[in-house]
């Protein structure tokens, strides 16, 4: 995993930039841009204050599968109230039930 890249992804997806991350992280905006261009790398104990200023735990840092967009809109959905969830998912299933129709 090019770990690098994935802070780059994630923070980018989520519209922050290198010094944000860096204040909520508790580092330097340099180390977060010479950690992106793989001129240094990071302890197990750094990743997990970057994971926590990226709002996400260790494990779904290394879940490879995701794309950066599936992450901003789950960073997007935790975020959101009881109901605002329910109206996500009721208009999820709109569409769900729509392209089922569209297949048949």
């Known amino acids: 995993m090019d770990i690098g890249k994935r802070i780059y992804n ?3 997806s989520q519209r922050m930039s290198a010094k944000e991350l860096a204040k909520k992280a508790g580092v330097s905006a340099a180390f977060i841009s010479a950690l992106e261009h793989h001129t240094t790398s990071a302890s197990i104990a750094t990743l997990e204050y970057l994971c926590s200023g990226l ?6 840092f290394f879940q490879e599968d995701e ?3 599936d992450v901003e809109l789950l960073h997007k ?3 959101m109230n ?4 329910t109206a996500i998912l009721n208009l999820i299933e709109v569409f769900c039930v729509t392209q089922q129709s569209e297949e048949k």
């Open 77 to 79: 959905f935790a975020n």
């Open 82 to 85: 009881t109901e605002q969830k």
């Open 55 to 60: 709002d996400i735990s260790l494990s779904e």
């Open 10 to 12: 994630l923070r980018t």
């Open 67 to 69: 794309a950066p967009l």
